[in-house]
């Protein structure tokens, strides 16, 4: 297949096209900008626009068979500071190429959503695909609202489309801004000899999940013929304070770590349950959290080297 | 109370405009223009402009201790049409709404939902309000889009917000475009001595709601403390091919009807449980769909007369 990957000079996105390319597919990109940890991929086409705009859109998907929808302007931590701009950017955005998707005839598409926060505080846990979603903050609330979109162009418009909600992502190549991704930020504070903020008493349990087992499970589902939600997650559970104890065996020396006030926006416990995606794919994550976080370690040693 | 009625021009609007004046609260409307059926009320002030313009919002919102929110651009049969514009005009503009209040520290709001949309399939018959909001099409992901947001704003910035989520209210002064509210349509071309059209076999069950009673629980639900959703309609459910028969007994002469193919995004029944808003509010119908009918009959009649 040649595959749109929208999104696939980000860490997730980067990922993907590696995966892609793996399974023998033809991968284009399109991305506001190249790759911050690596040069262009030979072989991978790609162009540089924003997503939101139909002129590049267009051009973008002549040839294409398949979409993989991974772009997005705003992180859970922050687009409830502007939540006018989320739903101008990314549901506008994503609407926008949906409609240009029917124009011109390409019916598949992958979306990238949250397993994190399209379902807001939960009833049981694992989380199941078919638990009511009541995202709290606007990052879920625009991806419950493009699940949405996708579901009726389905049924509508002929699409054929595929949503993972993706639990906690962490691995080589995350931006490390201080606003998503624990682990790295985590990792990174603690090679700098920082102390590590949590907010809260450390309880917080989430389900983290290794970039190369989220990009293999995208690359099976955009091939497969299946539409409809899946999530993707390690399918268990580990508690921040947790995270700190592997950090530091990974890194070999103690921590220090300041506990600060708990976020209203954090619900207790978020684990998925990922039985949908293991009995149509056939997948199950291979990277644990000590060796997953191993591999992150020396990555960022990797780049303090390189760059330090 | 001194209540902001947006959209208070307009059908549903209008009779909640009337029922807050008879509970004793001052009204100030905000609509893009005047009643098309009746003359400015005394004693009403009437601000003529955008929802979507906060230039207006903020004049509007001075002096004011609470907002009820029933406008909308798009009725569910034509927002698919268009979903950007839905988007744009409605989740955007209550978004810059919502925004505006919080700048001028008013926080109570009541939002006029959709109980016929935000649902989709139902699960189960009647439906409670903490059934999953799974919407199939524009208006009701839109819709479940802004109570989403209405409960974030909850949590993180001191905003009241109620929902009210309306099965299909029908009555005095809807407007018969042919596009919302069957009785008043099928009324309608009964008495222009038309061929009534019905999608399906006509089994689809809907929960008709007189506009009335839905005036009344809003005015009750604005002045209470209550916040999160409540369903609206008279909890019982009526077959379209009733509708008709009832119609014939109301007009005293046969109806001609044609059907036409089933459309997709119909759900076979959907009615509301009401208990909620029983319980906590003490609100009950009163008004019966053959009463009801009746009246708007009497009123189609007083208007073909006037305009005929």
């Given at each position: 297949?040649?595959?749109?990957?929208?999104?696939?000079?980000?860490?997730?996105?980067?990922?993907?096209?590696?995966?892609?390319?793996?399974?023998?597919?033809?991968?284009?990109?399109?991305?506001?900008?190249?790759?911050?940890?690596?040069?262009?991929?030979?072989?991978?086409?790609?162009?540089?626009?924003?997503?939101?705009?139909?002129?590049?859109?267009?051009?973008?998907?002549?040839?294409?068979?398949?979409?993989?929808?991974?772009?997005?302007?705003?992180?859970?931590?922050?687009?409830?500071?502007?939540?006018?701009?989320?739903?101008?950017?990314?549901l506008?955005?994503?609407?926008?190429?949906?409609?240009?998707?029917?124009?011109?005839?390409?019916?598949?598409?992958?979306?990238?959503?949250?397993?994190?926060?399209?379902?807001?505080?939960?009833?049981?846990?694992?989380?199941?695909?078919?638990?009511?979603?009541?995202?709290?903050?606007?990052?879920?609330i625009v991806k419950t609202a493009i699940e949405h979109y996708?579901?009726?162009?389905?049924?509508?418009?002929?699409?054929?489309?595929?949503?993972?909600?993706?639990?906690?992502?962490?691995?080589?190549?995350?931006?490390?801004?201080?606003?998503?991704?624990?682990?790295?930020?985590?990792?990174?504070?603690?090679?700098?000899?920082?102390?590590?903020?949590?907010?809260?008493?450390?309880?917080?349990?989430?389900?983290?999940?290794?970039?190369?087992?989220?990009?293999?499970?995208?690359?099976?589902?955009?091939?497969?013929?299946?539409?409809?939600?899946?999530?993707?997650?390690?399918?268990?559970?580990?508690?921040?304070?947790?995270?700190?104890?592997?950090?530091?065996?990974?890194?070999?020396?103690?921590?220090?770590?300041?506990?600060?006030?708990?976020?209203?926006?954090?619900?207790?416990?978020?684990?998925?349950?990922?039985?949908?995606?293991?009995?149509?794919?056939?997948?199950?994550?291979?990277?644990?959290?000590?060796?997953?976080?191993?591999?992150?370690?020396?990555?960022?040693?990797?780049?303090?080297?390189?760059?330090?």
């Amino acid at each position: 297949m040649k595959i749109l990957v929208i999104g696939g000079c980000g860490f997730i996105g980067s990922h993907i096209v590696d995966r892609l390319l793996e399974h023998g597919h033809t991968v284009k990109v399109l991305d506001r900008q190249a790759e911050q940890f690596r040069t262009p991929l030979h072989g991978v086409e790609y162009v540089f626009g924003d997503f939101t705009d139909s002129a590049h859109i267009l051009e973008a998907l002549t040839g294409v068979d398949a979409v993989m929808h991974l772009a997005s302007t705003t992180v859970p931590g922050t687009a409830d500071l502007d939540p006018s701009a989320d739903v101008r950017n990314n549901l506008l955005g994503t609407l926008s190429l949906l409609e240009s998707m029917t124009r011109v005839g390409v019916s598949r598409v992958l979306f990238l959503s949250s397993g994190g926060t399209v379902y807001g505080p939960p009833d049981v846990v694992p989380i199941p695909e078919d638990h009511p979603l009541r995202p709290i903050n606007s990052y879920g609330i625009v991806k419950t609202a493009i699940e949405h979109y996708l579901q009726a162009f389905e049924a509508t418009r002929g699409l054929s489309p595929i949503s993972v909600r993706a639990s906690n992502p962490y691995g080589p190549r995350q931006g490390h801004t201080g606003v998503q991704g624990v682990i790295s930020t985590f990792l990174k504070r603690a090679m700098a000899g920082e102390q590590i903020e949590i907010w809260g008493d450390g309880s917080v349990v989430r389900d983290y999940l290794h970039v190369c087992d989220l990009a293999e499970v995208c690359a099976l589902a955009i091939a497969s013929e299946k539409t409809g939600p899946y999530n993707a997650g390690f399918g268990d559970g580990t508690a921040l304070t947790r995270i700190v104890d592997i950090l530091r065996e990974v890194i070999g020396r103690d921590i220090s770590v300041v506990f600060k006030p708990a976020r209203k926006i954090d619900v207790a416990k978020s684990v998925l349950d990922v039985t949908r995606a293991r009995e149509d794919f056939g997948w199950t994550c291979r990277i644990g959290l000590r060796d997953g976080m191993e591999d992150t370690y020396r990555w960022l040693q990797k780049q303090a080297v390189q760059h330090g």
